[in-house]
T-cell receptor, first 113, second 111 residues
Framework: EAQVTQNPRYLITVTGKKLTVTCSQN?????MSWYRQDPGLGLRQIYY???????DKGDVPEGYKVSRKEKRNFPLILESPSPNQTSLYFC????????????FGPGTRLTVT | GENVEQHPSTLSVQEGDSAVIKCTYS??????FPWYKQELGKGPQLIID?????GEKKDQRIAVTLNKTAKHFSLHITETQPEDSAVYFC??????????FGKGTHLIIQP
């Protein structure tokens, strides 16, 4: 089954404790991205990757890091989480950045206290 | 960059009635306009999309219309059913800038 998986689905952590949210896709997609969803703000892109070892900032990259060492995986790293990063996070993948359908993961709900 | 405005933020309709969600965009270079549906506890899923060389596209009870001159596009859902209750996102883009999403519409179907 074609899918995007994320782990963990739920995470409660404390300010400053480094965390990683994993994302994996099995569709051989070149393009992967991370979004955060906040009430009243919709979906905002954090980072994206056009291919292995190629990453770039989206609209809200501050406080986040990513890496793309393998085509299928695109982890999101919060080196020092803060309460304003409490949000619902989605990973997505598609054939390319242009006019292609994006496949979203199930989401990770992160709470930083 | 692209800016997408979506209205209304909440829409409540009686089961069986039609629902219309509207979006406007700012970048005349945008040529791809998808609509995503997000059910509770799940990620958004593409339900229909339209490209700039087409004015209207229909798939069973859902349809999308595009007016490139006015820079707006709309989602139409006819004969609404309880399973249509969800958050709907429009998006605009195409080319190297990727997609910009609207803020979403919470559609509530009243029994």
């Amino acid at each position: 089954e074609a899918q995007v998986t994320q782990n963990p689905r739920y995470l409660i952590t404390v300010t400053g404790k480094k965390l990683t949210v994993t994302c994996s896709q099995n569709m051989n997609h070149e393009y992967m991205s991370w979004y955060r969803q906040d009430p009243g703000l919709g979906l905002r892109q954090i980072y994206y990757s056009m291919n292995v070892e190629v990453t770039d900032k989206g609209d809200v990259p501050e406080g986040y890091k990513v890496s793309r060492k393998e085509k299928r995986n695109f982890p999101l790293i919060l080196e020092s989480p803060s309460p304003n990063q409490t949000s619902l996070y989605f990973c997505a993948s598609s054939l390319g950045r242009e006019v292609y359908e994006q496949y979203f993961g199930p989401g990770t709900r992160l709470t930083v206290t | 960059g692209e800016n997408v405005e979506q209205h209304p933020s909440t829409l409540s309709v009686q089961e069986g009635d039609s629902a219309v969600i509207k979006c406007t965009y700012s970048d005349s270079a945008s040529n791809y306009f998808p609509w995503y549906k997000q059910e509770l506890g799940k990620g958004p899923q593409l339900i229909i999309d339209i490209r700039s060389n087409v004015g209207e596209k229909k798939d069973q009870r859902i349809a999308v219309t595009l007016n490139k001159t006015a820079k707006h596009f709309s989602l139409h859902i006819t004969e609404t059913q309880p399973e249509d209750s969800a958050v709907y996102f429009c998006a605009a883009g195409g080319g190297a800038d990727g997609l910009t999403f609207g803020k979403g519409t919470h559609l509530i179907i009243q029994p």
